[in-house]
């Protein structure tokens, strides 16, 4: 458990002391939703009506773009190495480079969520059912990510290839998050998609770390 | 502790490989053209969706294929990863571009059967969604397997990711039916239609049996390939360590 | 007497069997040198010895208990120097090693123990420093500083001495030397001369395998059908 904590602390450390990135990752979210006015028209109609999707898309981009750096660094500098002979297991120490990247991009990204449903004209009703799906929905994004994080290290064009791994592995959290939120704007029950949600995250908290432990022991052998 | 038995094993698979290639081969043959013959001129067209109905001979094996070939490379992968099996690695390889490539045909046909159906070359049909996250998820296995210079590297990392899509399709699948519940239209034909008509059976079994046999076929030729291809790497490799 | 030794090891890289029935056995205090020419399986063996690397046959026992049952003990009682100096660019070199030190041993007075080990590679006036603005062999000596900050019986050490110069080889000549006196052991590789009281040496050339050996061995093959 401290090095967990330890874990946690180094990477906020190393993420607050260059936090322009974590503001490119927002930055980046935020551009990604703008666009679509230009992309679809101004007309509030259709904005609000895929005002969910839109922010739901763009998360999933912002996140996953944001984890392909999460062991990269560490791989090239060799502390990957260091970390895999420590005494802690590594999927606890994987589990913890996720909370810190989750933290510092994550979090980031969900306070900025309401500013984009200002601009895409989403109906208030789903304003907290949105943040409420968002914290249930991006942990498990940064989990899976980190599975293809480990899987690129020492890949030709790891970044591309990234994408290609985890995009399809999204496509859960992508349907229940973006339901969840249409659900509450019309005005019906949307518990069952946080459940749903809350489930995956329960799913993916155990194996994700395990899944990307073995991927690092594979990339340093 | 292991013995270092597995560098002679090859060789006998070499042997097998090539004893079971012919039959695989001509059971391919045989059955693919009873199964379109039957399918195609001695079996009743469907009385709502016509003779459009006949795709389904060619797309539903196909599909079938293509979600056995993922669990045939999960498979392979996870012998792979426990046992250290060269050759399982190999079936691993050799058998996701033939996956993808029926996963391909199963989007591909059904697509064609949709536009008499729907009027459009594309709906978001839960089965060709869930097919074409399918295809994306051979296609990510593909570039994982050939986006490193370290061919054991390569092995295991797509290894790991095989059986994280493997624990992943069921959720995928089931959540992509659960959207689709949501938005489509009641509607919709469906593809494979409320019953089948037993005529219809006897191509559909045979085609299928004519698609795994070709899969057999294609697997053992990429598989002996990949062998010879790792003997010639071993020679490059005796070449620069004089 | 703590005795650390393998048996029969063998180390497959890729498709490539760098080096079959190596043998090692070494005990507190002592100094094992591997030697070899370049791609004998020097660092091989040593991310073999430190657990990265599974052996593909053979086996390793620390006390005559297998390591690899209880691979998380055996990484809480070993440091490994590989190639890389792992000093984060925006971390000061003393954030760095504590980090590590605790990593290693949470219960360690880690301020106390970086400084002392600061102290004996004379680089006390880096602490406050950030890991960018170090020079190659500043980085390498905080990078050895790192192992001296939590107590490890077995130091694994690649080529330790690569960018350092005279002085801090011979203070890193007389840590290892304290090292040992204390009952520690130290595995290490070098291309240049470091000075070690009557080291062991192990020449990986001797285990080396002749590049005919490997998996696809021949058996003309032709491909019909």
Redesign the interface.
């Known amino acids: 458990m401290?090095?967990f904590l330890?874990?946690v602390r180094?990477d906020l450390?190393?993420a607050l002391?260059?936090s322009s990135d974590n503001v490119m990752v927002v930055m980046f979210f935020v551009l990604c939703a703008v666009l679509f006015p230009f992309g679809v028209g101004p007309e509030l109609g259709i904005l609000e009506r895929i005002s969910a999707g839109v922010i739901w898309v763009g998360a999933l981009l912002a996140s996953m773009l944001s984890l392909e750096r999460l062991f990269q660094t560490d791989y090239?500098?060799?502390?990957l190495?260091?970390?895999?002979?420590?005494?802690?297991?590594l999927e606890i120490l994987v589990l913890a480079k996720v909370a810190a990247h989750w933290l510092t991009t994550g979090l980031p990204l969900i306070l900025a969520s309401p500013l984009l449903a200002v601009l895409l004209n989403m109906d208030s009703d789903g304003y907290g059912v949105l943040l409420l799906a968002l914290l249930l929905g991006t942990p498990t994004l940064s989990l899976i990510g980190a599975?293809g994080a480990a899987?690129?290290l020492?890949?030709?064009?790891?970044g591309v290839?990234i994408s290609?791994?985890v995009?399809?592995?999204y496509?859960?959290v992508l349907?229940?998050g973006v339901?969840a939120v249409d659900a509450a704007i019309g005005g019906f029950e949307y518990k069952a998609q946080l459940f749903i949600l809350g489930g995956?995250l329960m799913?993916t908290l155990p194996?994700a770390p395990w899944?990307a432990a073995?991927?690092l022991r594979?990339?340093?052998? | 502790m292991k013995r270092i038995d597995r560098f002679a094993n090859p060789n006998k698979f070499m042997k097998l490989a090539k004893a079971i290639t012919p039959w695989a081969a001509w059971s391919t043959v045989g059955f693919l053209a009873a199964g379109l013959y039957l399918g195609l001129f001695d079996s009743p067209a469907d009385y709502q969706q016509g003779e459009t109905v006949r795709m389904m001979y060619v797309h539903v094996p196909s599909a079938w294929m293509a979600m056995f070939c993922y669990v045939g490379v999960a498979v392979s992968s996870a012998v792979g990863l426990i046992w250290k099996h060269p050759l399982a690695d190999l079936a691993a390889k050799a058998t996701s571009p033939v996956g993808a490539a029926f996963c391909f045909l199963a989007l591909l046909t059904g697509s064609l059967w949709g536009k008499p159906m729907w009027g459009t070359w594309w709906v978001w049909d839960a089965r060709l969604t869930s097919m074409l996250i399918l295809l994306f998820l051979y296609l990510g296995h593909m570039a994982l397997l050939n986006a490193f210079d370290d061919q054991t590297r390569a092995m295991r990392a797509a290894s790991i990711l095989a059986l994280v899509g493997v624990i992943n399709i069921p959720i995928i699948k089931w959540s992509v039916d659960w959207w689709n519940t949501l938005h489509q239209p009641a509607s919709v034909v469906k593809m494979d239609g409320p019953a089948i008509h037993p005529d219809m059976l006897w191509p559909l079994l045979l085609m299928a049996i004519g698609f795994t046999t070709f899969y057999i076929w294609v697997a053992l030729l990429r598989i002996r390939q990949e062998i010879i291809a790792n003997k010639i790497r071993a020679i490059r490799l005796r070449q620069v360590n004089g | 007497m703590t005795n650390f030794s393998g048996h029969n090891l063998t180390c497959l890289r890729g498709e490539r069997l760098v080096f079959k029935g190596l043998d090692f056995s070494i005990e507190a205090g002592d100094a094992l040198v591997l030697i070899g020419p370049n791609g004998s399986g020097k660092s091989s063996l040593l991310r073999m010895l430190a657990g990265l690397l599974k052996p593909y046959g053979g086996d390793m026992t620390w006390d005559s208990e297998s390591v690899g049952e209880e691979p998380e003990q055996h990484r809480g009682r070993l440091h490994y120097v590989g190639h890389h100096d792992c000093v984060k660019a925006v971390l000061t070199v003393e954030e760095n090693l504590t980090f590590w030190a605790r990593m290693h041993d949470k219960n360690v007075d880690a301020e106390a123990k970086v400084a002392s080990a600061l102290d004996t590679l004379s680089i006390s006036h880096l602490a406050d420093v950030p890991g960018r603005f170090l020079s190659a062999g500043q980085k390498r000596r905080a990078n050895l500083a790192r192992i001296m900050a939590a107590d490890a019986p077995l130091w694994l050490l690649d080529e330790p001495i690569t960018a350092l110069d005279k002085e801090s080889i011979t203070k890193l000549e007389r840590t290892m030397a304290d090292h040992r006196q204390n009952g520690g052991m130290i595995v290490l590789s070098t291309h240049s001369e470091i000075t070690l009281e009557n080291p062991k040496i192990l020449d990986l050339a001797d285990f080396a395998i002749g590049f005919g050996e490997g998996f696809y061995d021949d058996d003309e093959e032709d491909l019909v059908f």
């Open positions: 401290n090095s330890f874990m180094r450390r190393l002391r260059q090239e500098d060799g502390s190495e260091l970390m895999a002979l420590t005494p802690a297991p599975v899987l690129i020492g890949a030709r064009r790891g290839l290609l791994l995009l399809p592995l496509v859960p349907i229940f339901s995956l799913g194996l899944g073995a991927a594979q990339s340093l052998e």
